[in-house]
């Protein structure tokens, strides 16, 4: 495949060959601003869940860090959506949120699971983009600070997920356990789809971008990358039982 923006070794299409430095460039600032973009509607969709919850008495003992956790996540989405729309464009999310009632003890720890698996796929690629000498020095500096103030998300949110399974979970049925794995295991593969965004590839100039984007998903390289790029998350999740096995589609 052509390269992904920032990515620790070049990916490459299936049957197209490297396209060089020159036909390269557009790709990667496209795929940046794709990535950029990711972080905005995640972002986004984190903050308004978190103003939700702000005064929620079953959740005081974190009100105070929840406070904290909003604030940066708005500073980090001026900087993503500066970049965005200053020198390309915010392209679209392709996550779709169905309305389904569920209980509100299982409400939150889908929240809060699905702010997990999105912030360690995305902490990933900010720990490599921000140490590859390649990319412009803003590029690096958007990236690392962006992975140091995810750390400190990053242990809490694995902390409360796990709490809040422990807690939660034993009172559930069957039914209502396989929904929750279910839908987290959906929404991981649905995460992992929007870095191949056919709108990337027309706006690089490159032809059949919608065929381009299912070669890039199921190339053996691609799904390696994504295997390997999981391996944290995917053991975490199997080792507190929150999921019993990989979910088969994103790899």
């Given at each position: 495949m052509v390269q992904l923006a920032g990515a620790a070794q070049p990916v490459r299409h299936a049957g197209l060959g490297h396209p060089g430095r020159a036909g390269a460039l557009p790709l990667a600032f496209h795929e940046a601003a794709n990535f950029y973009s990711l972080n905005i509607h995640?972002?986004?969709?984190?903050?308004?869940?978190?103003?939700?919850?702000l005064y929620r008495r079953d959740l005081a003992d974190v009100a105070d860090?929840?406070?904290?956790?909003?604030?940066?996540?708005?500073?980090?989405?001026?900087?993503?959506?500066?970049?965005?729309?200053r020198y390309a464009r915010v392209y679209p999310t392709k996550q779709v949120s169905f309305e389904v009632k569920r209980p509100r003890d299982v409400e939150d720890f889908l929240f809060f699971a699905r702010v997990m698996v999105f912030e360690e796929i995305v902490?990933?690629?900010?720990?490599?983009?921000?140490?590859?000498?390649?990319?412009?020095?803003?590029?690096?500096?958007?990236?690392?600070?962006?992975?140091?103030?995810?750390?400190?998300?990053?242990?809490?949110?694995?902390?409360?997920?796990?709490?809040?399974?422990?807690?939660?979970?034993?009172?559930?049925d069957d039914e209502l356990i396989e929904d929750v794995r279910e839908h987290l295991t959906q929404f991981l593969v649905t995460s992992w789809r929007e870095y191949y965004n056919p709108a990337v590839y027309a706006d690089a100039g490159l032809a059949d971008p919608y065929?381009?984007?299912?070669?890039?998903?199921?190339?053996?390289a691609q799904r390696e990358h994504r295997r390997r790029t999981s391996t944290k998350l995917l053991g975490y999740l199997t080792s507190t039982g929150i999921l019993v096995k990989e979910p088969v589609d994103a790899f």
């Amino acid at each position: 495949m052509v390269q992904l923006a920032g990515a620790a070794q070049p990916v490459r299409h299936a049957g197209l060959g490297h396209p060089g430095r020159a036909g390269a460039l557009p790709l990667a600032f496209h795929e940046a601003a794709n990535f950029y973009s990711l972080n905005i509607h995640g972002e986004k969709g984190l903050m308004q869940g978190l103003a939700a919850r702000l005064y929620r008495r079953d959740l005081a003992d974190v009100a105070d860090y929840l406070h904290h956790f909003l604030d940066e996540e708005n500073k980090h989405s001026i900087f993503f959506g500066g970049f965005c729309t200053r020198y390309a464009r915010v392209y679209p999310t392709k996550q779709v949120s169905f309305e389904v009632k569920r209980p509100r003890d299982v409400e939150d720890f889908l929240f809060f699971a699905r702010v997990m698996v999105f912030e360690e796929i995305v902490d990933r690629y900010n720990w490599w983009q921000g140490r590859d000498e390649r990319l412009h020095p803003v590029a690096r500096f958007i990236n690392n600070n962006h992975h140091f103030e995810e750390a400190r998300h990053l242990i809490f949110g694995r902390r409360l997920v796990e709490a809040m399974w422990q807690a939660c979970a034993p009172a559930w049925d069957d039914e209502l356990i396989e929904d929750v794995r279910e839908h987290l295991t959906q929404f991981l593969v649905t995460s992992w789809r929007e870095y191949y965004n056919p709108a990337v590839y027309a706006d690089a100039g490159l032809a059949d971008p919608y065929d381009l984007a299912e070669q890039a998903w199921a190339a053996p390289a691609q799904r390696e990358h994504r295997r390997r790029t999981s391996t944290k998350l995917l053991g975490y999740l199997t080792s507190t039982g929150i999921l019993v096995k990989e979910p088969v589609d994103a790899f």
